[in-house]
DNA sequence: GCGCTTAGCCGCTCA
DNA sequence: TGAGCGGTTAAGCGC
C-alpha cells in the first residue's frame, strides 16, 4: 500500500511524516530544504531541491541531484521527530551512540510517499542460480572430462534432472547439480530420476561436496561424485549476456556518454 | 518541475524511464523488482518491493527497507539503458571502467517521479583533519612541550609523515596524528616512516588513544604516543558558519526536549 | 557493550 | 592510471 502526497502543504506533509513514522513505514520525499549535522563531525548546507528517504528502522538518507552518497545521512537506529518552526517544517533525527543530530527545514514539499515494502527475498552473493547453469551447460568439463551436454531442464522445474548428456565412453547420463553440501535426498532425487527411465543410465552427482550418508547411498546406488569447485565456477562469469541484452536493444536511451 | 506517475503499466514506465534518462534527471521509483550485480564480485537478489534511484550523473542505488546502505548500487558516471523483455520491463545500467553490470527485472511499478533538482548550496563541513593540522602545526606544544616544527605534508598525501620537527632535546622527530583511536596501521605508518630515512628518529603517535594492539607495537618499537586532547583542540577552532550551526542545533534540541 | 576487520567500500590526492 | 588513505565510513563478528 503506497501513499503518496503530490504538492502539499507543509502542515499536510507534517502530519503525513508523522504518521509514517509512527507507523514505521519508508518515506521518500522530494523538496526544498536545508541540513545541518552535529556529531563525529558536523556540517551545514543552505537550502536547495533534494532527496530525502527515511526507512523505517530509522536510516536516514539524504541525497542530492549527483553522485553515489549521500550528503547527509544516519544509520539506522535513529529517532525523528517532526514539528512546526516559524511557518517551515522541522525535522530532527537523533542517533543514540554516538550521540548525532541531523536536523532538516523544510520551506517546500514537492512530493512525497510512503509504504512498507514487502521483501523476502535472499540477498545472494556470487552469480545467481541460472548463470551458474548457465555456465555449467555451456563447460560441461567442469562436470566431467569429455562430457557432452545434450538437455538441461527448463526453469526450476522438478522431475527432471538438472542435466543429460553422454560421457565420453558413449553412455547416457543424468546428472543432478547442488550449490552446497549435497544431502541424501539429492542423491534419491537423481535415482527417482534414472530409474523412471527404461534405459540404462550413469548418474552423477555435483556439489562442492557431500554428507557421509549421500554417499553411503551414492556408492550402494552405484553413481558417480564429482566436486563442483565454486570458486572456479565463479571466476567463469561473463558479462556477455549483459553486452548481449545492451546490444540487441542499442539506440535506447543514455544516462552519459 | 516534478513529474509524476502513480500506478503505470510495464510500458508507460519504460517510456517515463528512457526520457528521464535521455534529460538526465533524477528518477525515483518504487516498484517490484529482481537485481543483478556482475563486475568486481557479483550478486542476485529475487523480487521483492524496493526504492530504485538514479541520478541524472549516472549514479544508481538500490535499496531495500531498512539499512543505510544500498544493497546495489553504482557510483556516478554509469549508462542506463531500459527495454521490454518477455512483458517484463528490464533497466540496464553499465559501468564502463571497471566493468559492471546491474540489471534490474521490474514486475511492477508503484509510484515513479523525476526531477531536475535545483540545488547550488555550498556543503561545509565542520573542523577536518585538515584544519586540526593547522592548529597544531601552528601549536606544536599541544602535541609535546618544546618541540619545533619544521615542515608538514602538503595536503593528504601518502608516503609522508604528517610533520617532522626537533624536539627539546634536539632530536629530529617525525610525528603520526590520528584524529581517532589509533590502531595498529598507524604505528606501522609510523614505522614505515621512519625506517625509510637513513638517520636516527623519534616517533611520536599523537592521537585521543590507542588500541591495545597499538600500544603493545608502539612500545616494541620505542616510539612515543602523546595524548591528544581533541576538546582543546576543537576549542581552538573558530569558524563562524560552524559556529552558527552549533547555535542552531542546540537551541532546537533544548526546545524539544 | 567495545574492539577489530572487512568492503563490489567511495572519493580524493598525488606520483 | 594506480597506490595510498581518510571517512560522520557502515556493518558484521568476536569478546
Given at each position: 500500500?503506497?501513499?503518496?502526497?503530490?504538492d502539499?502543504?507543509?502542515?499536510?506533509?507534517?502530519?503525513?511524516?508523522t504518521?509514517?513514522?509512527s507507523?514505521?513505514?519508508?518515506?521518500?520525499?522530494?523538496g526544498?530544504f536545508?541540513?545541518?549535522?552535529?556529531?563525529?563531525?558536523?556540517?551545514?548546507?543552505?537550502?536547495?531541491?533534494?532527496?530525502?528517504?527515511?526507512?523505517?528502522d530509522?536510516?536516514?538518507?539524504?541525497?542530492?541531484?549527483?553522485?553515489?552518497?549521500?550528503?547527509n545521512?544516519?544509520?539506522?537506529?535513529c529517532r525523528l521527530?517532526?514539528?512546526?518552526?516559524?511557518?517551515?517544517?522541522?525535522?530532527?533525527s537523533?542517533?543514540?551512540r554516538?550521540?548525532?543530530?541531523?536536523?532538516m527545514?523544510?520551506q517546500?514539499v514537492?512530493?512525497?510517499?510512503?509504504?512498507?515494502?514487502?521483501?523476502?527475498?535472499?540477498f545472494?552473493m556470487?552469480p545467481?542460480e541460472?548463470?551458474?547453469?548457465?555456465?555449467?551447460y555451456?563447460?560441461?568439463n567442469?562436470?566431467?572430462?569429455?562430457?557432452?551436454l545434450?538437455?538441461?531442464?527448463k526453469?526450476?522445474?522438478?522431475?527432471?534432472?538438472?542435466f543429460?548428456?553422454?560421457?565420453?565412453a558413449g553412455?547416457?547420463?543424468y546428472?543432478?547439480?547442488?550449490r552446497?553440501?549435497?544431502?541424501?535426498d539429492?542423491v534419491?532425487q537423481?535415482d527417482r530420476?534414472?530409474?523412471?527411465?527404461?534405459?540404462?543410465?550413469?548418474?552423477?552427482?555435483l556439489?562442492?561436496?557431500?554428507?557421509?550418508?549421500?554417499k553411503?547411498?551414492?556408492?550402494?546406488?552405484?553413481y558417480?561424485?564429482?566436486?563442483l569447485?565454486?570458486?572456479?565456477?565463479?571466476?567463469?562469469?561473463t558479462?556477455?549476456?549483459?553486452?548481449?541484452?545492451?546490444d540487441r536493444?542499442?539506440?535506447?536511451?543514455?544516462?552519459?556518454k
Amino acid at each position: 500500500m503506497v501513499n503518496i502526497v503530490f504538492d502539499p502543504g507543509l502542515d499536510e506533509a507534517m502530519s503525513f511524516l508523522t504518521e509514517s513514522f509512527s507507523g514505521r513505514r519508508l518515506v521518500v520525499c522530494f523538496g526544498l530544504f536545508s541540513v545541518e549535522y552535529l556529531g563525529r563531525s558536523s556540517s551545514s548546507l543552505g537550502f536547495g531541491e533534494r532527496l530525502l528517504v527515511v526507512k523505517g528502522d530509522g536510516s536516514v538518507l539524504v541525497h542530492r541531484g549527483t553522485g553515489y552518497e549521500p550528503v547527509n545521512w544516519q544509520p539506522s537506529g535513529c529517532r525523528l521527530k517532526c514539528m512546526m518552526v516559524d511557518d517551515r517544517m522541522v525535522l530532527l533525527s537523533e542517533r543514540r551512540r554516538p550521540k548525532e543530530f541531523l536536523k532538516m527545514v523544510f520551506q517546500k514539499v514537492y512530493v512525497m510517499f510512503s509504504a512498507s515494502p514487502v521483501d523476502d527475498a535472499r540477498f545472494m552473493m556470487g552469480p545467481s542460480e541460472e548463470t551458474f547453469y548457465d555456465i555449467l551447460y555451456s563447460n560441461p568439463n567442469l562436470i566431467e572430462k569429455g562430457l557432452k551436454l545434450v538437455s538441461r531442464q527448463k526453469a526450476l522445474s522438478s522431475g527432471v534432472p538438472d542435466f543429460t548428456g553422454v560421457d565420453s565412453a558413449g553412455n547416457y547420463v543424468y546428472v543432478e547439480v547442488k550449490r552446497c553440501v549435497a544431502g541424501v535426498d539429492a542423491v534419491r532425487q537423481l535415482d527417482r530420476y534414472i530409474r523412471s527411465q527404461p534405459g540404462p543410465l550413469r548418474g552423477i552427482l555435483l556439489a562442492p561436496s557431500l554428507t557421509n550418508s549421500a554417499k553411503a547411498l551414492l556408492v550402494k546406488k552405484g553413481y558417480t561424485f564429482r566436486r563442483l569447485d565454486l570458486k572456479l565456477l565463479s571466476g567463469l562469469v561473463t558479462m556477455q549476456p549483459y553486452e548481449e541484452t545492451l546490444d540487441r536493444h542499442l539506440g535506447s536511451s543514455a544516462a552519459s556518454k
